[in-house]
């Protein structure tokens, strides 16, 4: 007679199967779905009634009823628009000043926002009570005074006061990258000071490549700024080095000095293209940047 010890079950023996996972399904609700529609189609209304002002003509503009679909549509307007006044010198004049200036306050937002989040020092939580202050007021409060600065030192006129701006920095932007960096690790840190690193390039070797969703938000934001800045080169440039945003404004006009809506909507179309093309191409940097500022 053969014995046979007893085997003791294993635990894949013992328990029962797991049931398969199935994924999850997002409940549909088509109520909220609609409202999300009428919004969208609200918002989107103006810039489709400007490209179709665009396209036309004087007549269709002045028609009674009023002409809904151009027919046929005048695209010589865009044409036009780009010939009765310096368009691409006025343009070449606004990306100028709009990179010059989202760059210079890309970097200074960035190094100032790491001294918040990274630093320790006298006076800090004061002065970030100053930034905090700073995001609350409207800009149009600082314009007349700093106006007047720069008409004192003779810097109306120049492209100066962008470039000064861009090194100063933004409230909102600084706010924004502080709570980017106070929520890295401090070992990173630690290792590159064990490392013998310096604190400008724990941020320029460390920190900054890091926070690449965050700089193309600080960039596309400051950009934006000063690409769709009216009132600042009206008041700081002449009509030489002024912007497309002013020239614009007032170069569509006939002879009686009445605008001339068609071109001046074909010019505004072209006006606005270059950032919706940057915001289609940067769009997901965009929001992370706004998502992962929030995380603290």
């Not at 199935?22 to 409202?35: G, L, M």
């Not at 179709?52 to 269709?60: E, G, N, R, Y």
């Not at 001294?115 to 609350?136: D, I, Q, S």
Request: proline share 8%; charged share 10%; net charge positive.
């Amino acid at each position: 007679m053969t014995l046979t010890g007893h085997r003791p079950q294993t635990e894949s023996q013992t328990a029962p199967p797991e049931p398969p996972i199935r994924p999850s399904r997002e409940r549909k609700n088509p109520v909220a779905f609609v409202i999300l529609l009428v919004v969208c189609a609200i918002l989107f209304l103006p810039v489709l009634w400007l490209f179709l002002t665009a396209l036309k003509s004087p007549q269709q503009l002045a028609s009674d009823p009023i002409t809904w679909i151009p027919t046929p549509p005048q695209v010589q307007n865009f044409i036009d628009a780009t010939m009765i006044l310096p368009f691409w010198a006025y343009a070449a004049n606004s990306l100028f000043l709009s990179t010059v200036t989202g760059v210079l306050t890309t970097i200074s937002s960035a190094l100032v926002g790491y001294g918040f989040a990274r630093l320790h020092g006298k006076g800090k939580k004061v002065l970030f009570g100053v930034l905090v202050a700073m995001m609350m007021t409207p800009p149009i409060i600082t314009l007349i005074p700093t106006y007047l600065l720069f008409a004192k030192v003779g810097l109306v006129g120049t492209y100066w006061p962008w470039v000064l701006w861009g090194m100063a920095g933004a409230p909102y932007l600084i706010f924004l990258y502080r709570q980017f960096f106070a929520q890295l690790p401090r070992e990173l840190e630690e290792a590159a000071i064990l490392d013998g690193c310096g604190r400008l390039r724990i941020f320029a070797q460390i920190f900054l490549p890091l926070s690449k969703p965050v700089i193309i938000t600080a960039f596309v934001l400051s950009f934006n700024g000063v690409w769709g800045d009216f009132i600042a080169p009206q008041l700081l440039l002449n009509q030489d080095n002024t912007t497309l945003a002013v020239a614009i404004t007032t170069g569509y006009v006939n002879s009686q000095v009445f605008p001339v809506n068609n071109l001046l909507a074909a010019g505004a179309v072209l006006y606005v293209l270059p950032v919706l093309i940057m915001f289609f191409f940067v769009q997901r940097s965009y929001v992370n940047g706004f998502a992962t500022s929030g995380m603290k």
